[in-house]
């Protein structure tokens, strides 16, 4: 299918560079000529001997060689290549390319070319989330150039998220499918279509922490469910077992925090080192968060019921034979979690909240977060088929100001002590509350 066809290989500095050797063998297999261009940086990773003994033609890296010049000018390696390739390429060549800089061969021949681009980029995730590439991706696309990738996956940085340099038959699928008059579909970048989301990597997380780093901070953890009473024998409730807050409360206590822990009815065994305050109802869970304050940190992990019964009766309600059911009126309880973060003087300097949805999880966590005003919203499905309430384990978003990730499905267990930790780093980095 690429019998004859002319690709120029642009390949700029980063590690993924070597993937470069397959890509130049897969593409000849099928019949391909393969040139490449080197910018400076990509001869840090790979090298031109390499290159050019698989593609069989002298590879091109010199703006002012005088020898390449006269041999083949820089248009030239353009003019006569049926397509250009930009693989791997750095947030470095991408923001040159944007801005029309003919700086090096590289960016020289991508400026002068009038055949079709295709650009497969490569490099850290937080990179390619970075409004600025986005931005410069962005207009790249809006020129007509084509992209390929980048992947989700582990990088050489030990970060885990989009970013990776597409496989060589990836790439080679896509140089296929243009020939074929089908240049793959360029996918608006994450970050301008919505949230972008980093995908943490189990090996991504955890990490040295110093000895109770917490100690002379002072926390509340609100766990477990509340309980709004009907009359003194019935009520309304949920599913919550505590398991997550307790978790929480327990992995802050041994990061040295003074952690008070107020919690609805549950029968998980209290944690190691905590104050209990044992509470029925959300106004008396409200009561006592106020009651722990101040506070250095506050984290929500209760799940509160949103109402309450107004006047629950104080005699049981007797069932008379032939008679309606009582209609119960529900009116709202008071939201403790934007309580405590609208607690003026004596707000929490961080404060946490959770977010249990069954859809939209991201979507609803990111609004929840500006509605009630907290610092992080830690966010976990609990559709039925996932067991969050009342298991063992829990995958969670952490929504903070400056993004979202999401992390792997982990122990409650871990999911505290990944928190903590998060809170530890947050104080170390002075605290810039929103901002972490
Ligand atoms: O207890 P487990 O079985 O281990 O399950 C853990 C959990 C699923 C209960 C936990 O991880 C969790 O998601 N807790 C929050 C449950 C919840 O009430 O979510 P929400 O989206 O309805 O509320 C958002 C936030 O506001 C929460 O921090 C909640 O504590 C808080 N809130 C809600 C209502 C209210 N009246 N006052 C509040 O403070």
Same mark, same amino acid.
């Given at each position: 299918?690429?019998?004859?066809?002319?690709?120029?290989?642009?390949?700029?500095?980063?590690?993924?560079?070597?993937?470069?050797?397959?890509?130049?063998?897969?593409?000849?297999?099928?019949?391909?000529?393969?040139? *490449?261009?080197?910018?400076?940086?990509?001869?840090?990773?790979?090298?031109?001997?390499?290159?050019?003994?698989?593609?069989?033609?002298?590879?091109?890296?010199?703006?002012?060689?005088?020898?390449?010049?006269?041999? !083949?000018?820089?248009?030239?390696?353009?003019?006569?290549?049926?397509?250009?390739?930009?693989?791997?390429?750095?947030?470095?060549?991408?923001?040159?390319?944007?801005?029309?800089?003919?700086?090096?061969?590289?960016?020289?021949?991508?400026?002068?070319?009038?055949?079709?681009?295709?650009?497969?980029?490569?490099?850290?995730?937080?990179?390619?989330?970075?409004?600025?590439?986005?931005?410069?991706?962005?207009?790249?696309?809006?020129?007509?150039?084509?992209?390929?990738?980048?992947?989700?996956?582990?990088?050489? *940085?030990?970060?885990?998220?989009?970013?990776?340099?597409?496989?060589?038959?990836?790439?080679?699928?896509?140089?296929?499918?243009?020939?074929?008059?089908?240049?793959?579909?360029?996918?608006?970048?994450?970050?301008?279509?919505?949230?972008?989301?980093?995908?943490?990597?189990?090996?991504?997380?955890?990490?040295?922490?110093?000895?109770?780093?917490?100690?002379?901070?002072?926390?509340?953890?609100?766990?477990?469910?509340?309980?709004?009473?009907?009359?003194?024998?019935?009520?309304?409730?949920?599913?919550?077992?505590?398991?997550?807050?307790?978790?929480?409360?327990?992995?802050?206590?041994?990061?040295?925090?003074?952690?008070?822990?107020?919690?609805?009815?549950?029968?998980?065994?209290?944690?190691?080192?905590?104050?209990?305050?044992?509470?029925?109802?959300?106004?008396? !869970?409200?009561?006592?968060?106020?009651?722990?304050?101040?506070?250095?940190?506050?984290? *929500?992990?209760?799940?509160?019921?949103?109402?309450?019964?107004?006047?629950?009766?104080?005699?049981?309600?007797?069932?008379?034979?032939?008679?309606?059911?009582?209609?119960?009126?529900?009116?709202?309880?008071?939201?403790?979690?934007?309580?405590?973060?609208?607690?003026?003087?004596?707000?929490?300097?961080?404060?946490?909240?959770?977010?249990?949805?069954?859809?939209?999880?991201?979507?609803?966590?990111?609004?929840?977060?500006?509605?009630?005003? *907290?610092?992080?919203?830690?966010?976990?499905?609990?559709?039925?088929?996932?067991?969050?309430?009342?298991?063992?384990?829990?995958?969670?978003?952490?929504?903070?100001?400056?993004?979202?990730?999401?992390?792997?499905?982990?122990?409650?267990?871990?999911?505290?002590?990944?928190?903590?930790?998060?809170?530890?780093?947050?104080?170390?980095?002075?605290?810039?509350?929103?901002?972490?």
């Amino acid at each position: 299918m690429l019998t004859g066809k002319r690709i120029l290989l642009i390949l700029s500095g980063g590690i993924a560079a070597f993937k470069c050797h397959d890509l130049i063998r897969r593409l000849r297999e099928r019949g391909a000529s393969v040139r *490449c261009v080197m910018t400076p940086a990509a001869t840090k990773f790979v090298t031109a001997l390499s290159l050019q003994a698989l593609s069989e033609d002298k590879v091109y890296s010199d703006l002012f060689s005088l020898t390449d010049e006269s041999e !083949m000018g820089h248009i030239e390696l353009s003019r006569e290549a049926d397509l250009l390739v930009v693989a791997p390429a750095s947030a470095n060549i991408l923001a040159r390319m944007a801005q029309g800089l003919a700086d090096d061969l590289a960016t020289t021949v991508l400026l002068a070319t009038d055949k079709a681009v295709l650009v497969a980029p490569a490099m850290n995730v937080r990179m390619w989330l970075h409004p600025a590439t986005q931005a410069n991706v962005e207009t790249l696309r809006a020129r007509g150039v084509a992209f390929i990738g980048p992947n989700e996956g582990a990088m050489a *940085c030990n970060e885990y998220g989009p970013g990776r340099m597409s496989e060589p038959l990836e790439i080679v699928a896509a140089i296929e499918a243009y020939f074929m008059g089908r240049l793959p579909a360029s996918e608006p970048p994450s970050l301008i279509s919505g949230p972008s989301v980093i995908r943490m990597a189990p090996e991504t997380m955890g990490g040295a922490i110093a000895h109770r780093p917490l100690v002379g901070r002072r926390a509340i953890v609100t766990s477990g469910p509340t309980r709004e009473a009907i009359d003194p024998v019935r009520y309304i409730s949920n599913h919550s077992s505590g398991k997550q807050g307790h978790a929480i409360a327990g992995a802050l206590a041994a990061l040295g925090a003074e952690v008070t822990l107020v919690t609805g009815p549950v029968s998980v065994a209290d944690p190691a080192g905590v104050k209990i305050v044992r509470v029925d109802s959300a106004d008396d !869970m409200l009561a006592a968060c106020r009651a722990a304050l101040p506070a250095d940190i506050a984290i *929500c992990a209760a799940a509160v019921a949103d109402w309450k019964v107004r006047n629950a009766a104080h005699g049981k309600l007797k069932k008379v034979p032939g008679a309606a059911p009582p209609a119960l009126e529900l009116v709202p309880n008071p939201d403790i979690l934007a309580t405590l973060s609208a607690s003026g003087p004596q707000r929490p300097a961080l404060v946490v909240g959770f977010a249990a949805e069954t859809e939209n999880v991201v979507a609803n966590a990111l609004a929840k977060r500006e509605r009630k005003g *907290c610092d992080w919203i830690v966010a976990n499905d609990v559709s039925p088929a996932t067991g969050t309430f009342g298991g063992d384990r829990n995958t969670v978003h952490l929504v903070t100001i400056s993004g979202v990730e999401a992390w792997p499905t982990l122990a409650k267990d871990a999911v505290a002590e990944e928190l903590a930790r998060r809170v530890v780093r947050h104080f170390d980095k002075g605290g810039a509350a929103a901002a972490s």
